[in-house]
């Protein structure tokens, strides 16, 4: 059965903010866009991603190459673009490279800090609209649920999340390796310009204490202190509240020093030493290196965290590498589900169609053999299953080998179309199909045919009369109310020689004439 997973999308390195500004979805409004979504024509299912570095569609359909061709044409149209404008900017994604992509992405090796763990849960709720939305069905389902565990797994047996990769979290690593901890602490934040807020923020998300803001205007202060529940400084005090500070972090310069090695040193001495972390973000410098010279007094500049940085970047690097591998790994094991999505319906469909026929067959035979014992009705029930079976081994086995294989739809398809596996055609009409194939064109059926079919019926009802020979030599041999003595076991043992054997003669006078035996008897 064809069908197909396709991601069509753009990223941080396919195209630039002008461009991810112009087809990114609103948060918490995908709802409509994903009902229009799987309206597109060949979409059964469907599912979109808007971060402020990607936006993705990934589809479900039958026929994959006519989803890659729809599917920038939604984005397109979705925000009133021109499709040639997104042309040179987007990326498209087939099946198990579909798959791998979205796995990455869930990950965070697809992120722009590799690591970071904040894709993962804007995943989740994007497929949650997905889900709400009814655009998504079993296959994404199961692709998505499955990418936050690859997600898990990758955390849990890699350390790609453990080291800083950004100013603020390095600064962050700094402190924990001065501080045994950080909920006692307090932090002042120096300007409130951007890095210098996200750098409180992570500050505030590892727990440390409390956090002040000071900045030469004063009602920018109070308006970021507000934002992170922080205490705002007037300028003019910070000698004041600066011997209160654990962590400082300046985030703002001017001509001079906004902390002269003096003010330190007053601080300190009113802290009797107790240790101080001082983070100089600004260029130029805002903080004295010479304090660095200072007892207890830890300086780092925005060189030394960019220094941080590299050497953690390398490590994650390492760690990344770890993950693709394990990537790898669950993508087979998912195409592995995928493909079976047809194997097994197949494997169902074929062993129907076949007891279908074995009951009609073995229908056929009874009324025309006439009454039997229940006995004898069981022999011919379990003769005709092990035919079934041994007919269906070699088929069966060779599906159930190729489901993860490329080629797999090849096995699928041959097999449907040669026992006619999807039709509303019966057995007793594949059989009348199966009979006008092999007569002659365009003729009655020959001699040889019915002389086929005459010994056929010949050797059915020989292994008939051995089998119920078989019933009265057995009784015969028994002694009265006792077990069954050495004459009866050689009689029934004789018995099962005479049934093999006429076995045997009904499958050689069911061959054409003079023809080689076939691939069943090889195998019996």
């Known amino acids: 059965m064809e069908r197909g997973i396709v991601l069509v999308g753009l990223n941080h390195r396919s195209a630039p903010v002008e461009v991810r500004e112009r087809v990114a979805f609103a948060n918490g409004r995908l709802e409509p866009p994903l009902r229009r979504l799987v309206a597109v024509a060949g979409v059964a299912e469907g599912a979109i991603l808007s971060t ?20 920038p044409g939604f984005l397109a149209s979705e925000h009133g673009v021109p499709e040639p404008a997104l042309a040179g900017h987007l990326y498209t994604h087939t099946d198990r490279e579909a798959v791998r992509h979205l796995f990455r992405v869930a990950a965070s090796l697809d992120s722009m800090v590799v690591g970071e763990p904040q894709i993962l849960g804007q995943l989740k709720e994007q497929y949650a609209a997905a889900a709400a939305a009814g655009a998504s069905g079993q296959i994404l389902h199961r692709c998505f649920h499955r990418s936050f565990s690859v997600a ?78 922080a205490m705002p400084v007037p ?19 001017g001509e001079e020093f906004l902390l002269p090695r003096a003010a330190i040193e007053e601080a300190m001495h009113e802290r009797r030493h107790r240790p101080m972390f001082l983070i100089d973000l600004a260029v130029p410098r805002a903080l004295d290196p010479a304090v660095n010279q200072l007892d207890n007094v830890y300086l780092y500049d925005i060189d030394d965290l960019e220094g941080v940085v590299t050497q953690n970047r390398g490590a994650r690097a390492r760690e990344a590498a770890k993950a693709e591998t394990i ?44 009454a039997l014992d229940p006995r004898q009705r069981e022999a011919l029930e379990r003769l005709t299953q092990a035919i079934v079976n041994k007919v269906l081994h070699a088929p069966l086995t060779a599906l159930r080998r190729h489901r993860a294989d490329p080629a797999e739809a090849f096995y699928v398809e ?72 050495e004459a009866e076991r050689e009689s029934a043992r004789a018995g099962r020689r005479g049934l093999g054997a006429s076995e045997e003669r009904s499958a050689r006078s069911a061959r054409a004439p003079d023809g080689p035996p076939d691939e069943f008897d090889e195998d019996t």
Request: charged content about 30%.
């Open 52 to 71: 402020c570095n990607r936006v993705e569609v990934l589809a479900c359909g039958p026929d994959p190459a006519a989803l890659g061709a729809a599917l």
């Open 152 to 229: 898990k797994r990758i955390r849990r047996e890699t350390r790609i999340a453990e080291r800083a990769v950004s100013i603020g979290s390095a600064a962050v690593e700094l402190s924990r390796s001065i501080f045994d901890r950080l909920a006692d602490k307090s932090a002042l934040l120096l300007g409130a310009g951007t890095m210098g807020e996200l750098t409180a923020r992570q500050l505030l998300a590892q727990g440390v204490g409390s956090v002040m803001v000071a900045n030469r205007t004063f009602d920018r202060a109070i308006d970021v202190a507000r934002t992170l529940g």
């Open 235 to 253: 300028w003019d005090r910070l000698p004041r509240y600066l011997p209160l500070a654990d962590l400082v972090i300046a985030a703002a310069s």
């Open 327 to 370: 990537v790898d790994a669950e993508v087979d094991t998912f195409w592995r589900w995928y493909t079976s999505l047809d194997v097994v319906p197949t494997i169902v469909a074929l062993r129907e169609r076949m007891e279908a026929i074995r009951r009609h067959e073995v229908e056929r035979s009874l009324a025309a053999l006439g």
């Open 414 to 485: 041959a097999a449907r179309r040669l026992f006619h596996l999807g039709t509303e055609a019966t057995g007793e009409a594949s059989e009348e199909r199966s009979a006008r194939s092999a007569r002659a064109p365009d003729g009655p059926p020959g001699e040889a045919e019915r002389e086929s079919a005459r010994a056929g019926r010949r050797g059915l009802g020989r292994a008939a009369e051995d089998a119920r020979e078989l019933g009265r030599s057995a009784r015969s041999a028994r002694a009265p109310d006792g077990p069954p003595g």
